[in-house]
C-alpha cells in the first residue's frame, strides 16, 4: 500500500504553467501540490537564452525556471519531482495522481504537462542521433553535424553547437522556409560554416563508421544526395504530452486538450493549462496566463465543493 | 540537492576512484537530462542510504571524461572496487534506475 499525500489541489506537470498556478493556489491558502515526471521547467529549461520574458532582456531558460520553481518552494507548495506517474483517476469526487511511491488526492487537478519533442520518423540502428544539444554536443567538437528542423529551436540550438566548437553545420528545413525569427535567423546565417537547405528532408539515416551516412531529398526538384555527417540533431517541433490522459479528458484531433474560457476541461474539477491546451500561440506568456486562470477557477470550484 | 554526494574533480579522480564502489555520474550543470537524473538518483540513494555516490561535472574535468572514455551526458557508471561493472548514457527513471543498479 503507498503512502497517501491528500491536497486541495494536484498539478500534474511542472512547467511555467503549473508553476504558475502552484503560486497563485499557494497565495490563496490552497493547499496544492506538483507532481512532475521529470523535472520542473519543461521545454524552458532547454533554451539557452530566452528573449521574450518582461523583466529579462535575456536569460537562460534553466535558470529562469530556477527562479520560479525557488518562489514555487518559498510558499509551501509540495514539489515531486522524477515522479513516474502510473495511473489518474478523475471519475470521482476526488481526483487521483497514483505515482511509483505515492497516492496524491485532490478536490481539483490541473493538467500542464505541456509538449515533448517530435523524434525523427526514420528507422534506424544509428545511435548518432540526438535531441539536446546541451547534453551530446561536446561529443562533435570539431566536427560536421546534421541539424533537422528551421524553427526557432532548430536555430538556437545550432548557434549553441557552434559555441561548444563544432566545425560545421547542415540544416534541412522541410518547408520552403525557415520558421525561426528574423533576428536568430540572421545570427546563424552570419557564419560561415552553416549550410541551410530548405524543401528538404532526411529520409535515410545509416550508421556508418563513427557517424551516419545520410540520404536527403530535395522535395522541390525531386533528387537525392547522400552525405556523411559525424552526427545528427533534431529539433524538429513538438507534440502534446497527453498519452497518460487523452482518454480522461476531451481532446482534439492532436491530442490537445480542449479547454472553456476559465480553463475547465469537461470534466469537474479538471483543468489544464500551457502548451497541452488546444491554442494558437504557445510561449511563456500565454502559459503563464493559463495557470493563472487554472489556479483562480479550480479555487472557485474547491471553494464551492467546499461549501456543499 | 538533499543529498550531495562526493565532487570528484580532474585533480583527484584518480586517487578518489582507484577503490571506490558506488554511483559514478558525469553531469554538466545547464543540462535538463542531467538535473532530471540527479533526481532519480537523489529518490534513488534515499531509499538506499548506504550507496556511494560521486559526481564530475563534465565541463570542468575533461581529463576524468577521456579516462571514462565517455563524451556525452548525463551519464551514469557502476563501480565496484574502483572497476567499471556498468555504464549507463541518458535519462532513467527511478525504476529503470534500480534495476540499473541491481542492488539487494
Not at chain 2, 572496487?81 to 534506475?97: C, F, S, Y
Request: charged share 25%; with cysteine; proline share 2%.
Amino acid at each position: 500500500m503507498k503512502p497517501k499525500r491528500s491536497f486541495d489541489l494536484l498539478i500534474l506537470g511542472g512547467g511555467i504553467a503549473g508553476m504558475t498556478a502552484a503560486i497563485f493556489a499557494a497565495r490563496a491558502n490552497i493547499k496544492a501540490a506538483i507532481v512532475e515526471e521529470k523535472i520542473c521547467g519543461g521545454l524552458a529549461n532547454w533554451t539557452s537564452n530566452v528573449e521574450n520574458f518582461p523583466s529579462h532582456v535575456s536569460i537562460n531558460g534553466m535558470e529562469l525556471m530556477e527562479r520560479v520553481l525557488a518562489q514555487v518552494q518559498k510558499l509551501g507548495v509540495e514539489v515531486d519531482e522524477a515522479a513516474e506517474v502510473v495511473r489518474l483517476d478523475f471519475s470521482g469526487p476526488f481526483k487521483i495522481i497514483e505515482t511509483g511511491e505515492y497516492l496524491y488526492t485532490g478536490k481539483a487537478i490541473i493538467l500542464a504537462t505541456g509538449r515533448q519533442p517530435v523524434r525523427l520518423q526514420i528507422e534506424t540502428n544509428c545511435d548518432h542521433i540526438h535531441y539536446c544539444s546541451v547534453c551530446d554536443g561536446s561529443a562533435y567538437v570539431g566536427k560536421k553535424v546534421l541539424v533537422v528542423g528551421g524553427g526557432n529551436s532548430g536555430f538556437d540550438e545550432s548557434l549553441y553547437l557552434l559555441s561548444l566548437g563544432v566545425a560545421e553545420i547542415l540544416m534541412v528545413e522541410a518547408l520552403e522556409d525557415c520558421c525561426a525569427s528574423e533576428t536568430t535567423q540572421a545570427r546563424l546565417r552570419s557564419h560561415g560554416n552553416v549550410d541551410i537547405r530548405t524543401c528538404t528532408r532526411v529520409a535515410e539515416v545509416e550508421s556508418e563508421g563513427n557517424g551516419c551516412q545520410i540520404l536527403l531529398e530535395n522535395l522541390r526538384r525531386g533528387t537525392s544526395e547522400r552525405l556523411y555527417v559525424d552526427g545528427v540533431f533534431v529539433f524538429i517541433g513538438q507534440k502534446a504530452n497527453t498519452d497518460l490522459f487523452c482518454k480522461l479528458v476531451d481532446v482534439d484531433s492532436d491530442n490537445y486538450v480542449i479547454t472553456g474560457p476559465n480553463q475547465e476541461t469537461n470534466v469537474p474539477g479538471v483543468f489544464a493549462a500551457g502548451d497541452v491546451v488546444q491554442k494558437t500561440y504557445r510561449y511563456l506568456t500565454t502559459a503563464m496566463a493559463d495557470g493563472t486562470i487554472a489556479a483562480l477557477a479550480a479555487e472557485k470550484y474547491i471553494r464551492s465543493m467546499t461549501k456543499s | 540537492m538533499i543529498v550531495e554526494g562526493i565532487l570528484v574533480t580532474d585533480a583527484d579522480f584518480r586517487s578518489k576512484l582507484e577503490h571506490a564502489t558506488g554511483i559514478l555520474f558525469f553531469f554538466k550543470k545547464k543540462c535538463p537530462n542531467c538535473k532530471a537524473l540527479e533526481k532519480v538518483i537523489e529518490k534513488f540513494l534515499l531509499a538506499n542510504r548506504y550507496v556511494a555516490y560521486m559526481r564530475i561535472d563534465s565541463e570542468e574535468c575533461p581529463e576524468a571524461m577521456k579516462a571514462f572514455g565517455t563524451e556525452r551526458v548525463p551519464t551514469i557508471f557502476i563501480l565496484r572496487d574502483g572497476q567499471i561493472t556498468a555504464k549507463k548514457v541518458g535519462l532513467m527513471n527511478l525504476r529503470e534506475m534500480t534495476d540499473f543498479c541491481q542492488l539487494p
